[in-house]
């Protein structure tokens, strides 16, 4: 815990420039964003800062596919359209960010459980591993993502995701740290490796991203 607690402020270091070095997205004109739903107030989407470790991705949707692999029956490649195809959810979610802010937004997107159920998870698979297009990773458990209806979220605050926060989809894992938010995803894996570690958890963060536990790997 000790050395963990040595590395914790390079990491953070490490968190802000990444953001530091992105452009914020400014919302194009004659656009119009949601800012208060069902009485709630939302974040601006130019507020959030940008937070990534190769700077915003930008993907052709011609050559899109989000892959489905792994412990699956049937492993898919989906277009865009194809997973936009699948029952929509919508519903407002705060991220928190380990670099101490939060956005509260209304995101709009499928459930990922839907996706898995498509492709038919084999047994042994309790982990779910999201890869990112710029080679980010994180992995939640199947159970968590099944049971609290964890988006692929495609809009937010009513506007399509923009591509310097995620675009095609970012995954929003509600009360999990900001580095479970997978952004630009391209790939959904099922896994029997409960070890598995993503990228800022082999960097010494907590393999859980509880909101409520802590930050770091015990």
């Given at each position: 815990m000790g050395k963990l607690r040595r590395i914790a402020p390079l990491l953070a270091v490490l968190l802000v420039v990444a953001c530091a070095e992105s452009s914020r997205y400014t919302v194009p004109p004659g656009s119009v964003e949601i800012r208060q739903?069902?009485?709630?107030?939302?974040?601006?989407?130019?507020?959030?800062?940008?937070?990534?470790?190769?700077g915003p991705q930008r993907v052709s949707l011609d050559k899109y596919r989000l892959k489905v692999s792994g412990l699956v029956n049937t492993p898919l490649e989906l277009t865009y359209d194809q997973v936009l195809g699948y029952d929509r959810v919508t519903k407002v979610v705060t991220l928190h960010c380990v670099e101490?802010?939060?956005a509260t937004i209304l995101w709009e997107g499928v459930a990922i459980k839907d996706i898995l159920a498509a492709a038919g998870v084999r047994d042994g698979a309790p982990v779910?591993?999201?890869?990112?297009?710029?080679?980010?990773?994180?992995s939640l458990p199947l159970a968590f993502v099944q049971t609290n209806d964890i988006l692929l979220a495609f809009k937010m605050n009513g506007l399509t995701?923009?591509?310097?926060l995620g675009f095609p989809f970012q995954v929003v894992a509600e009360s999990k740290w900001g580095y479970k938010w997978v952004k630009w995803v391209d790939g959904i894996e099922l896994s029997s490796d409960t070890s598995y570690r993503g990228y800022w958890e082999t960097r010494g963060y907590d393999s859980n991203g509880d909101q409520s536990g802590p930050i770091l790997e015990p």
């Open positions: 739903y069902q009485g709630q107030d939302l974040s601006a989407i130019s507020d959030m800062p940008e937070t990534d470790i190769a101490g802010w939060d779910v591993i999201f890869h990112a297009v710029d080679g980010y990773t994180s995701l923009p591509a310097e």
